[in-house]
């Protein structure tokens, strides 16, 4: 059976009952606690039946394969916890209309970041598939979670940064292409950090990265301001 056929068996299944989407949920919901726990060297579909206390034979009637259990995740995760986490940005920032072009800018980063930490699990969730699937026909099919986190915020961080620019707001001779894709690296390697922190290891640190999520929009502020003006 193609890859094409199969999916649509599979969707004709969790069409045809409200059981079997149920059941299709139970089995992200196992293998999402069981990725988190264990990491990737242990995900298998002979252990994730075993977790689930169900045949292998069971389990490949929602999945065809492990790669199609992350890329499931993946599909679970992507529309709800990151738009949730974009919306509630996007609607923090549109209320701040007050101050300038370039503080606009730095508060859109600063509470993406902070909201990110209400979504940790998650984070830790893509970054494990993105690293499990990196050679796979599953990262070729999905664009690559983290990028959709920074390029979500790009487009308004571009707009605000020219409107900032146009103020005079900024430094002399700034390239700006080259400040966005500065400010777009920081951004993606600080979620790789918290992303890869252990449960413990973020429950410790938290205070710690708040207090590094500040210094970092300090850092940029001055990266990016006209001193003159300050």
Do not use: C, W
């Amino acid at each position: 059976m193609d890859q094409t056929a199969y999916f649509n068996q599979r969707n004709e299944l969790l069409l045809s009952s409200s059981n079997a989407f149920q059941d299709l949920m139970q089995l992200l919901s196992a293998a999402r606690k069981m990725l988190l726990k264990d990491g990737p060297a242990s995900f298998t579909m002979q252990n994730l039946a075993k977790n689930l206390d169900i045949s292998t034979v069971t389990l490949y009637k929602y999945f065809k394969n492990m790669d199609d259990v992350l890329s499931a995740l993946k599909d679970e995760i992507i529309p709800h916890t990151v738009a949730q986490t974009l919306d509630a940005n996007e609607t923090l920032a549109l209320s701040q209309t007050k101050g300038s072009a370039l503080e606009q800018f730095l508060l859109l980063f600063h509470s993406f970041l902070n909201e990110i930490f209400k979504h940790k699990d998650d984070l830790t969730l893509l970054l494990l598939i993105e690293t499990y699937t990196q050679d796979t026909p599953v990262s070729k099919r999905q664009s690559d979670t983290i990028t959709l986190y920074s390029e979500a915020l790009d487009k308004q961080a571009e707009l605000l940064l020219t409107e900032a620019q146009q103020n005079g707001e900024l430094r002399q001779g700034i390239d700006l292409p080259l400040s966005l894709s500065f400010v777009h690296r920081l951004v993606l390697s600080t979620l790789q950090h918290i992303g890869l922190l252990s449960a413990r290891e973020f429950r410790n640190q938290k205070d710690e990265l708040q207090e590094y999520i500040d210094e970092i929009i300090n850092m940029l502020r001055t990266y990016l301001s006209d001193s003159s003006k300050a």
